[in-house]
T-cell receptor, first 112, second 115 residues
Framework: GEDVEQSLFLSVREGDSSVINCTYT??????LYWYKQEPGAGLQLLTY?????DMKQDQRLTVLLNKKDKHLSLRIADTQTGDSAIYFC????????????FGGGTRLMVKP | DAGVIQSPRHEVTEMGQEVTLRCKPI?????LFWYRQTMMRGLELLIY????????DSGMPEDRFSAKMPNASFSTLKIQPSEPRDSAVYFC?????????????FGQGTRLTVV
């Protein structure tokens, strides 16, 4: 079956860039998503990218996709303490909510 | 709209007891999803409904789990009897027609602890 892997933990200093990485196994994935989960809160969709794109930028967020290597990354520029959260990578065959496979999440800690 | 509302936020129960988790989707959303989040297995889809009808329950771990959606504004996930391995955070999410992920909203989750 599909598998999505992420590193468990990342620590950065405020103002630095954060790069959260994700690998997936399903080559037929069409949509790739990044979610943010703050303490005690649900998942918030941050951004997503189609598999025919290499990069997507949205303000401080940059998503890079290497489809050949099945590698997805989320770069957060000028990381702030408010960015401290768990970030989940997810992939889907289509944009349907029943077809998502999530990674285990990367806990980002931002030190002042 | 207040978003997807789940209750309770936290639940602690003893093994063998029945547990009922509740979800109120966003008004007008036709799709409702129940997810379970654990350290070991990450986030998994348990079941989803379309217009109050269960469409796919293949993610429900076993017969001890059941979910209902008696009307468009309310859904329950019941575990009977509960076991310690059911301890997890249970999320409900809703989305408008076509169940698009990019239009789905998650609730804050219910943290269940079974002792």
């Amino acid at each position: 079956g599909e598998d999505v892997e992420q590193s468990l933990f990342l620590s950065v200093r405020e103002g630095d860039s954060s790069v959260i990485n994700c690998t997936y196994t399903d080559s037929s994935s069409t949509y790739l998503y990044w979610y943010k989960q703050e303490p005690g809160a649900g998942l918030q969709l941050l951004t997503y990218i189609f598999s025919n794109m290499d990069m997507k930028q949205d303000q401080r967020l940059t998503v890079l996709l290497n489809k050949k290597d099945k590698h997805l990354s989320l770069r957060i520029a000028d990381t702030q303490t408010g960015d401290s959260a768990i970030y989940f990578c997810a992939e889907g065959l289509n944009n349907a909510g029943n077809m998502l496979t999530f990674g285990g999440g990367t806990r980002l800690m931002v030190k002042p | 709209d207040a978003g997807v509302i789940q209750s309770p936020r936290h639940e602690v129960t003893e093994m063998g007891q029945e547990v009922t988790l509740r979800c109120k989707p966003i008004s007008g959303h036709d799709y409702l999803f129940w997810y379970r989040q654990t350290m070991m297995r990450g986030l998994e889809l348990l079941i989803y409904f379309n217009n109050n009808v269960p469409i796919d329950d293949s993610g429900m771990p076993e017969d001890r789990f059941s979910a209902k959606m008696p009307n468009a504004s309310f859904s329950t996930l019941k575990i009977q009897p509960s076991e310690p391995r059911d301890s997890a955070v249970y999320f409900c999410a809703s989305s408008p027609n076509r169940a698009l992920v990019t239009e789905a909203f998650f609730g804050q989750g219910t943290r269940l602890t079974v002792v």
